[in-house]
């Protein structure tokens, strides 16, 4: 009787490590994609210029426009507005619990610089343009495109997604900024317009707190999220299987790894640009 038992028990210790192993592969496969593409982006600028140019030109007025109208510019001026109208109106709300509604200008110049434009910046450019990158490289892999590139002696790796990384930092600036726009105006109307606080009360305390270091680092940021959007939707479109619909399956996942990837790295930038306790100078708070 023990003889089967401790075979079982084996068995699913096998099953456990194999598993543990299989997973340790999939890290490795993807953190090598990542460093590789990274370090060819200076690479690509050089030898692939008008390659960059073409897949600039592509995200910012093709099918992934960032600036055709409603192409993602119309999606993050539209998510920006809406998302800061709320940070207005209820923190307007919260604010006047406790008597303090002329501050109302300096949650919009904290909140919206250094979390929300950031945030909706990714997320847009993760559902408008990553999952274009996908589509397009899972296109390519089930018709063999990329290895008959192998085959011409063409590096895949920095023709196809190091490309795509330079030309995604470069159109992120614009779409950023937009957005950033978009997340001042609306939280000023609700808080002037609707709410009723006086205009010059609320353009003070934005001022006071509104420094461009601020800007810099939300704009860093942004940076960032295009980065990690375009290198998790290339990775899983450079190696989608099945078919069209292993494609179809290749962007949700994506779609759904670059989110929590990019909610986990805002919460590690904001804790190293700000802190655990963050600074307000013009407030005499350090």
């Keep these: 009787m023990a003889g089967p038992l401790v075979r079982a028990v084996r068995r ?16 490795g496969v993807q953190a090598t994609f990542h460093v590789r593409a990274v370090l060819a982006v200076p690479r690509v600028l050089v030898h692939y210029r008008r390659h960059v140019a073409r897949q600039v030109a592509e ?10 109208g ?17 940070v207005g109106l209820e923190g307007y709300r919260g604010l006047d619990l406790i008597g303090l509604t002329p501050m109302s200008g300096l949650m919009s110049a904290m909140v919206n610089t250094r979390e929300l434009a ?3 910046a990714g997320v847009a450019l993760a559902a408008k343009v990553g999952t274009g990158f996908t589509a397009q490289l899972g296109a390519m892999r089930i018709s063999d495109e990329i290895d008959a ?15 795509r990384m330079a030309a995604a930092f470069i159109s992120v600036v614009p779409l950023y900024l937009v957005g950033l726009f978009a997340s001042y105006l609306a939280t000023r109307g609700a808080v002037v317009v609707v709410q009723g606080q006086s205009g010059g009360t609320y353009d003070f305390y934005f001022q006071l707190l509104l420094s461009p270091s601020d800007v810099a680092l939300s704009l860093a940021k942004a940076v960032v999220f295009a980065m990690v959007v375009t290198l998790v939707h290339c990775f899983y479109g450079y190696y989608a299987t099945g ?5 179809g399956r290749a962007a949700g996942r994506a779609l759904r790894a670059s989110i929590v990837a990019i ?11 700000w802190g655990l306790s963050p600074s307000l100078p013009a407030l005499g708070v350090r």
Excluded at 70 to 86: E, L, N
Excluded at 243 to 247: F, S
Excluded at 263 to 273: A, Q
């Design 243 to 247: 078919g069209p619909e292993g494609v």
């Design 263 to 273: 909610t986990f790295t805002d919460m590690v930038l904001t804790l190293l640009f």
């Design 59 to 68: 995200i910012s007025f093709g099918s992934a426009s960032l600036f055709a």
């Design 118 to 120: 950031p945030l909706v």
């Design 12 to 27: 699913g210790s096998a099953r456990r490590w194999r598993g543990l192993g299989d997973l340790l592969v999939a890290f």
């Design 149 to 163: 590139l192998e085959s011409m002696a063409v590096r895949s790796l920095p023709f196809l997604v190091s490309t």
């Design 70 to 86: 409603g192409g993602t510019i119309g999606v993050i001026f539209a998510m920006s507005f809406v998302a800061s109208t709320q």
